[in-house]
């Protein structure tokens, strides 16, 4: 169910996220591009924001951002929650209209954990991927944070020159996939 809520919550805040930011609504790219953005928010509902939001600060590097809120009525009405008002938490990786957003929201309501041990236990949306510049930066980061691999990541990547892949979890079990350049050996 909580993956359920991750992959309705993408949707539905990304359509919502049309009536607060303006630049979705006036499309400015230069291009016959049907899209006025070329990335997706990602929109999920976690157990605890401040921990959350504490990971994927300072264990992935996103920044936060303004948020914004969602009264409960229009929130019911548009088919989001039943009747709970919605404060999202918005994190951001890059600059610009190439920028990964993160929607985080803790919403008071029964929400049910899906089971996260693999990427095929649930179906759904089951992990995000982000790319690092460096590997070994991205570890000590990790490490500072606290926060342990999964398995005996990272590992090399098949058939990929020099790119590994390192498999960690957020407070809540989802997994993140950190893709980035192999380890130099010193």
Do not use: W
């Not at 928010?41 to 948020?67: H, M, N, P, W």
Request: net charge negative; with cysteine.
């Amino acid at each position: 169910m909580h993956s359920r809520n991750c992959l309705l919550s993408t949707f539905a805040i990304l359509l919502l996220s049309v009536g607060f930011n303006h630049t979705l609504l006036n499309p400015t790219l230069e291009d016959d591009s049907e899209f006025s953005k070329p990335t997706i928010d990602i929109g999920c509902v976690v157990s605890d924001i401040d921990a959350s939001i504490k990971f994927y600060t300072e264990a992935i590097g996103f920044r936060q951002l303004d948020g914004f809120q969602v009264d409960a009525g229009y929130a019911t009405n548009v088919g989001l929650t039943d009747n709970k008002a919605l404060d999202v938490k918005v994190l951001v990786l890059g600059e610009g209209k190439g920028a990964t957003h993160l929607k985080l929201m803790q919403v008071n309501a029964k929400s049910e954990t899906a089971s996260n041990q693999h990427i095929h236990s649930t179906l759904g949306f089951s992990y995000i991927t982000v790319h690092v510049a460096s590997t070994e930066k991205a570890l000590k980061r990790l490490k500072a944070a606290e926060v342990e691999t999964v398995a005996d990541s990272p590992l090399p990547i098949p058939n990929a020159h020099q790119v590994t892949l390192t498999v960690i979890r957020d407070p809540d079990g989802n997994m993140v996939e950190l893709v980035g350049p192999s380890i130099a050996k010193h």
